[in-house]
């Protein structure tokens, strides 16, 4: 058998071959598991083991939420609810500087938490703010800029497809996960928040202050009780029920989009043709996400069968280094895989080698699981290739990259401080997690 | 290539792009069943406290059904996410050269994983071999998902490796 430090570079640089040829991220990983059985495991009946490793890596109730989450996303986006929600805040908001910009992240933090599609997220706010921003003359970086920021806080706020992808992955409690994301992601939003009202008051002329239509008390307690609070049932559907421990998270899924058609139906926003494109958008997202799980998950059972796991393994410990540090090199790797990739092949292909080394050298795996994720969340927005940079090229057509790409540099700052922050004091997303029943 | 794609072409290419949709449409069905028996699940077992035991198991098996049914018509889509940092950059003729080598050995991969599906399927039905729960399901019927859903995938990455590039005689 070859030496693992051999074949390890040799698996990993093979696939990233294969992805920058443009090789689809599901079949990459499935070429390179046949190859890898064929040569380390003499084909033939190893195959075998393969089908059985595809029916079982998918047959789980527990990879049910990743359709689920996404399609509350969908609904939300498809019928006209979050429109609706959008224009009751938009009059509880007085005449303050950058207040569009607080309106965005206001409104992209509550769809965060009805909705597990960064990418459905930001379209949707991109699509509803970024023109009446124009019009009123905001700088990139406090419209453009909280879009991003807050369109991708969908993937940590639960519900988060993601999250539920990387639990699974890394055999990790997903209730557990799904609740510790809370108080990060709404941290994140509220830094945001900070940020914009330093900018703007800084420098007014980024964000012009402008007449808006007063509105009378009674309009604004009629825009909030009519379209904002009848959201809070939906995530009291998906996180209210998680923490009671009526159900477990992918009972709480379910729930959340019975509720979320519910909520549709009841503002009369439901129609044959919403649930249509609701469901074609659910469809390609989840096959596309269960396709990669059911053949990618062989990758890791490579990585262990090769001796690459174990040798890193003992490699790193060997090492002694402080647990920090490690966890500084792991999320460095992320970060630089991050710009380039794609998040839930990233998710495959490191946390098969994380996962061993943190468990030995002692660090808690929920605390791990969190920072991953915002350094996930930061990947949608760094360049080159940053999802969610190219979402909003899509909305804005006539903005140079370059300024998109400086207008997310902020956010992704706060992003990096708010990882700091959990390494320094864990207990901003462990607190939550112990109130779980 | 000169002269219009034949009449048999042209059906097998609606032949299978209406295999895929239909198989898309089964797909999108099981999802919104699986919303419907799990929420029933947490009514019938809270409110009635009679747990509906085999939902569970159920929906496990769409989980598989719902990629494997989904994959051909996501592929046509081009919906199976890849990255094109190098692929996006590179002068014309090369890229749809390169994009049709790419499709011809994801088909092959496909083809090669829905052949061993076969046999997998083949062998547990002419064992009688169940899956161990509650509903004692018989495990080909399960496992025949693998073979149909990467085989209509093989079917669709030949199409896209044989179908002509933009500037060749024939475009669709």
Redo the contacts between chains.
């Keep these: 058998m070859i030496e693992w430090w051999i074949l390890l570079p040799l698996i990993i640089g093979a696939l990233l071959i294969l992805l920058v040829l443009g090789f689809p991220v599901a079949f990459a990983f499935l070429i390179i598991n046949l190859a890898g059985i064929e040569l380390l495991q003499g084909g033939g009946r190893a195959y075998h083991q393969l089908i059985l490793s595809i029916y079982a890596s998918v047959t789980s109730f527990s990879l049910l939420p990743i359709p689920l989450f996404v399609l509350m996303g969908e609904i939300l986006w498809h019928s006209n609810i979050a429109g609706r929600a959008l224009g009751a805040m938009d009059k509880l908001l007085g005449r303050v500087p950058g207040r569009l910009s607080f309106l965005t992240v206001g409104s992209g933090t509550v769809f965060a938490a009805l909705s597990g599609s960064t990418v459905a997220n930001t379209a949707m706010l991109g699509s509803m703010l970024l023109p009446s921003m124009k019009a009123r003359g905001y700088a990139h970086d406090l419209s453009m800029g909280p879009i991003m920021g807050s369109g991708a806080l969908a993937m940590l706020i639960p519900p988060s497809a993601l999250a539920v992808v990387y639990a699974t992955v890394a055999k990790v409690s997903i209730g557990k996960l799904l609740v510790a994301l809370i108080v990060p992601g709404l941290l994140i939003a509220a830094l945001y928040v900070v940020y914009i009202m330093i900018r703007a008051k800084l420098s007014p002329e980024s964000a012009p202050a402008y007449d808006v239509d007063k509105a009378s008390t009674r309009e604004k307690i009629e825009g909030l009780v009519r379209y904002v609070l009848p959201l809070s049932i939906i995530v009291f559907l998906v996180v209210g029920v998680i923490f009671l421990g009526v159900a477990t998270p992918t009972e709480a899924a379910a729930l959340g989009c019975l509720g979320s058609f519910g909520l549709a139906a009841a503002y009369r926003d439901l129609d044959v043709k919403r649930v249509i494109l609701a469901l074609k958008g659910t469809l390609s997202i989840s096959v596309m996400m269960l396709t990669i799980m059911a053949v990618a998950i062989g990758f890791s059972q490579l990585l262990a069968y090769s001796g690459a796991s174990r040798g890193l393994l003992e490699f790193v410990t060997a090492m002694d280094v402080s647990p920090i540090v490690m966890i500084l090199l792991m999320q460095l790797i992320v970060l630089i895989l991050g710009c380039f990739m794609e998040q839930i092949a990233i998710m495959l292909i490191t946390l098969p080698i994380f996962i061993p080394i943190i468990k030995a050298l002692g660090i808690d795996p929920i605390v791990f699981a969190v920072i991953t994720l915002i350094n996930l969340e930061i990947a949608l927005m760094t360049p080159p290739f940053g999802l969610l940079l190219f979402v909003l090229k899509g909305v804005a057509r006539d903005v140079p990259m370059k300024a998109i790409y400086l207008a997310a540099t902020p956010y992704i700052l706060i992003d990096v401080l708010v990882i700091f922050l959990i390494l320094i004091w864990p207990e901003i997303t462990l607190a939550l997690t112990r109130l779980v029943r | 290539m000169t002269g219009g794609p034949s009449a048999m072409t042209l059906n097998l290419n609606r032949l299978l792009d209406r295999i895929e949709d239909g198989l898309?449409v089964i797909?999108?069905g099981l999802?919104?069943c699986?919303?419907?028996?799990?929420?029933l699940?947490?009514v019938a077992r809270?409110f009635f406290n009679s747990p509906l035991s085999w939902t569970?198991e159920v929906?496990?098996?769409f989980?598989?059904f719902?990629?494997?049914l989904?994959?051909g018509?996501?592929?046509r889509?081009d919906?199976?996410?890849?990255?094109?940092?190098?692929?996006g950059r590179l002068p014309e003729p090369l890229r749809s050269r390169?994009?049709r080598v790419?499709a011809l050995?994801?088909s092959a991969?496909?083809l090669?994983?829905a052949v061993?599906?076969a046999?997998?399927t083949w062998e547990s039905y002419s064992k009688g071999a169940r899956i161990e729960a509650i509903l004692q399901t018989p495990q080909f019927l399960?496992?025949s998902a693998?073979p149909l859903g990467f085989f209509v995938c093989a079917l669709e990455y030949a199409r896209k490796a044989l179908r002509a590039a933009p500037g060749e005689a024939e475009s669709t």
């Design positions: 898309a797909a999108a999802l919104l699986a919303v419907l028996m799990v929420s699940e947490v809270y569970f929906t496990e098996y989980l598989l719902i990629p494997c989904g994959m018509w996501l592929a889509h919906g199976h996410v890849s990255i094109d940092i190098v692929t390169l994009a790419v050995c994801v991969a496909c090669f994983v061993w599906g046999i997998a399960i496992y693998i």
